[in-house]
């Protein structure tokens, strides 16, 4: 058996297992959508959400057809003369971009006042510091159209003052101007939108004089929440909270002390505190995808990666790319889907041709963010180690693209598989390229971890995310556009959608998650599975007042029907 494994190993045939695998959870997935109507809101959701768009899967009469990010051509508009006022993200056409380029390689000094979302519609979320951003109404989203508005909003340098950092390191001035790029830069405003001035944190509000790097009307509090770091379901509502909306900053500086990360990689403390600060600052207030998600995938993942099952598996740059990774993994998220953008044409969708825009997007903004000295983590580490490092958060950001789902799962479930074939019960992650699977899968998992968290605060990321998606497709009915599935208010059932969810995507994902480092989630599975019983049980009392509803509905017309 081992000289087989081992053969197997030298031919390489790694991928093309996991693809059969894929596959094969593909036909699965698919059957048992079966079962729902073809305009089922949670078939739709699925199919266009977790299957890629080069994925075919078979229709019940044997034809295939390609399910997933399908680019509807009605909803396009590339002609030159007339923008497309639909496109949320788009701010001018490409033409205008090279321009811009142009521009600031001539005039030097001078820099270009553009910005992603100018020439546009944009949607406005009007909660300060992301309190109750759930309770969010139609009517709070607003529609610019001035232009000059849009452009004051969104169009700005990253060379805005930061705070104030020691002299932990030293930065030539030559060094200086090829990070900022000043003048020369390409991509200086590749955000979406620009902090506001409450958003910006002052001196005195964030310092490594803090235990958790944030200041705090409730010291006690915050460290009897901290201590609760390292346990699955932490309440990152009340981080948020107790750390002033900073959560993301109190979370992974805590996280970088905790694991010596400072140390080891020789970052200043008052450099990570500012980088995390100003990646906090450009956590759009969306509903779901903002900065108490991105601290809550980043407690999650560490957790994960204290598993028993993977004590020692990975080095110390793993895991300073794993916790970077789920910091960095949504920022500057607009709460629009990635199938939206394509749909519009958005800018974003031709920059990155179609191919997981938001998460290049997220990538180019974190890494925009480095290039400024008083922020930049890295650099104090080797070139080589750097590049390293930059390479695997790539890689784990595009993975959280949901249509890579079935891929990864398909991968995950080889590993399981293989482990299982060993006999030994060890975990054996000898390549990089294992390891690099495993991490990806992780971070996958912690993105998709609401599920198994205490009821409580499953059920508030439930009412944030639908709240996101039914303000998405408020947006695209205002704009005369074909309603995603589960964006439509009057249709979407949540708590049959949270069943369908955990059934067909949640619980495949975290039981072979499971059996990769059994028993350490075992516990994880078990809240999973007891979210599931009661988003049923809730579903089942809603259905059974909805027939009583049409029952009612229907003695009501008949007897009106006999009077007449």
């Not at 390409?186 to 958003?199: A, D």
């Not at 997007?361 to 925009?368: R, S």
């Not at 912690?446 to 409580?456: E, G, V, Y």
Request: proline share 3%; hydrophobic share 35%; net charge negative.
């Amino acid at each position: 058996m081992d000289w087989c494994l081992m053969q197997l190993e030298n031919m390489q045939s790694f991928r093309t297992i996991s693809d059969l695998a894929t596959s094969k959870f593909r036909q699965l997935l698919n059957k048992e959508l079966t079962q729902y109507a073809e305009t089922d809101q949670i078939k739709q959701f699925i199919s266009q959400t977790y299957f890629d768009n080069k994925e075919e899967i078979e229709n019940n009469d044997g034809s295939n057809r390609c399910l997933g990010s399908q680019r509807s051509d009605s909803f396009i508009n590339l002609k030159k003369d007339e923008p497309n006022p639909s496109d949320l993200c788009n701010h001018g056409r490409l033409t205008e971009r090279l321009k811009s380029i142009d521009e600031t390689n001539i005039k030097g000094n001078q820099k270009p006042n553009r910005g992603i979302l100018s020439k546009t519609n944009a949607v406005v979320y009007n909660n300060d510091n992301n309190k109750n951003a759930f309770n969010l109404k139609p009517e709070n989203s607003n529609l610019i159209n001035d232009s000059k508005k849009i452009a004051q909003n969104s169009s700005f340098s990253i060379q805005k003052p930061s705070i104030s950092s020691t002299n932990c390191q030293t930065v030539s001035t030559k060094k200086l101007n090829s990070n900022l790029g000043d003048s020369k830069s390409t991509m200086t405003n590749i955000f979406l939108t620009r902090p506001s001035e409450s958003q910006i944190p002052k001196i005195a509000d964030i310092s490594e004089s803090y235990p958790y790097g944030v200041r705090t009307s409730k010291p006690e509090e915050l460290e009897d929440l901290m201590k609760d770091l390292d346990i699955w379901g932490l309440n990152l509502f009340l981080m948020d909270e107790l750390t002033e909306h900073r959560p993301l900053t109190a979370v992974a500086y805590t996280i970088f002390k905790q694991r010596d990360l400072i140390n080891i990689f020789q970052i200043c403390p008052s450099t990570l505190l500012n980088y995390l600060s100003e990646l906090e600052n450009h956590y759009q207030t969306v509903p779901y995808h903002n900065k108490i998600h991105a601290a809550d995938v980043t407690q999650s993942i560490h957790v994960l990666l204290n598993s028993k099952a993977l004590e020692s598996v990975f080095n110390d740059s793993e895991i300073f790319a794993a916790i970077f990774s789920a910091a960095i993994h949504d920022v500057d998220h607009p709460g629009l889907t990635n199938q939206y953008l394509i749909n519009t044409a958005s800018e974003l969708a031709l920059m990155y041709n179609d191919d997981s825009v938001l998460e290049n997007h997220h990538l180019a903004v974190a890494f925009k963010l480095l290039q400024n000295e008083k922020q930049d983590i890295f650099h104090n580490i080797p070139r080589n180690q750097r590049r390293s490092i930059r390479n695997m958060v790539i890689d784990m950001v595009r993975a959280t693209d949901m249509s890579k789902h079935m891929s990864l799962l398909g991968e995950l479930k080889t590993m399981v598989e293989t482990k299982k074939v060993a006999g030994s019960g060890i975990i054996e992650l000898d390549s990089y390229q294992d390891r690099i699977r495993v991490l990806k899968n992780m971070l996958h998992c912690a993105d998709l971890s609401n599920p198994t968290k205490p009821l409580d605060i499953y059920r508030n990321w439930t009412e944030r995310v639908m709240n996101e998606l039914f303000i998405q497709g408020d947006q695209e009915s205002s704009q005369g556009l074909e309603i995603s599935a589960m964006c439509d208010r009057h249709k979407a059932c949540i708590e049959k959608t949270q069943v369908g969810f955990i059934d067909f995507i949640v619980h495949p994902l975290w039981e072979s998650w499971s059996e990769l480092v059994y028993p350490d989630a075992q516990d994880i599975l078990d809240t999973l599975e007891k979210n599931r019983e009661w988003y049923c049980s809730e579903a089942d009392k809603k259905q059974h007042v909805d027939n009583n509803n049409n029952e009612k509905a229907q003695i009501t017309e008949s007897t009106s029907s006999a009077l007449n």
